[in-house]
């Protein structure tokens, strides 16, 4: 039953995929978009669009717990619904702002800011479309499933494949922050022990770490863990010159790339 009710989902979603994307191939500036939305209503994006304003709150968060300076930045988001880490890196004077976006209307309104360059893509399928060593900061929130990549992994050793492509992306010192989705309900997350799900485990063996929680960044209970990578820096090293920003406790010592080789 609850496998027939995730291929009708998919289904649906599919086909507004494919409407909406064939209307929006027709909108050229923001005033027609913005017809557009107050025609068509699209729940998704009104939902992103009120959240904006916590949603730029979690993102300033992570980067003020980082310490990243996004000034001259090449920065990669990886589904940014709104957009709203790809309006503060601009801001910010960031050089490059580029993400990847599979849903129509997110991609059509990110696509008509004039300083953001997108691809509209199924990250899952790769990430090929995109120029190889060019971002110094890429940002992964909520567009990966834990639960779902679980099962991927399991069956076909999906995980270092998926970050071997992401990684492919990323220039020299590039830092790579990954919070991915974890299926709850009614305020209860399915898994209880994120640090100790073989998610974080198969994270861990690729040389990514746990960071301490980001306060509001990590108080929905669908994103409690963040994992980070500096390519051109082991884990341990990027805590000892960062003393002040936390990895999790039970960070493991990565053993060396285990499920990546
Ligand atoms: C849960 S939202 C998170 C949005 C934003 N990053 C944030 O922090 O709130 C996930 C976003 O990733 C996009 N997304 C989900 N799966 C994707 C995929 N396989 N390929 C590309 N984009 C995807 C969704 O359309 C949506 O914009």
């Known amino acids: ?82 957009g709203d880490a790809l309006d503060i890196c601009h801001e910010e004077g960031a050089e490059i702002v580029s993400f990847v976006e599979i849903d129509p209307v997110f991609f059509a309104y990110n696509s008509l800011k004039p300083y953001a360059n997108g691809v509209r893509l199924n990250h899952l399928l790769g990430f090929n479309a995109l120029r190889p060593q060019t971002y110094d900061l890429i940002w992964v929130k909520g567009s990966i499933k834990a639960d779902s990549f679980e099962l991927l992994d399991r069956a076909a050793h999906f995980m270092a494949r998926w970050l071997r492509g992401l990684e492919t992306l990323a220039a020299p010192s590039c830092q790579i922050l990954i919070c991915p989705y974890w299926d709850s309900s009614g305020g209860e997350r399915a898994v209880d022990n994120v640090h100790g799900s073989p998610f974080s485990t198969a994270m861990r ?40 920003r936390g990895l999790a406790a039970g960070n493991a010592q990565p053993s060396p790339e285990a499920g990546c080789s």
């Open 1 to 82: 039953m609850a496998m027939l009710k995730r291929v009708l989902n998919l289904a649906e979603t599919r086909t507004r995929w494919f409407l909406q994307s064939r209307e929006l191939r027709h909108v050229a500036d923001m005033t027609q978009f913005e017809d557009y939305v107050a025609r068509t209503q699209p729940k998704e994006f009104l939902r992103y669009r009120a959240m904006s304003s916590s949603k730029r709150t979690e993102f300033r968060a992570v980067v003020d717990a980082m310490g990243v300076g996004l000034k001259g930045l090449r920065f990669l988001d990886v589904g940014p619904a709104y």
């Open 205 to 244: 063996s690729c040389g990514y770490s746990a960071l301490a929680p980001i306060r509001h960044h990590n108080d929905d209970v669908a994103y409690p863990i963040t994992f980070h990578k500096e390519m051109s820096r082991p884990a341990a090293a990027w805590a000892t010159a960062h003393p002040g």
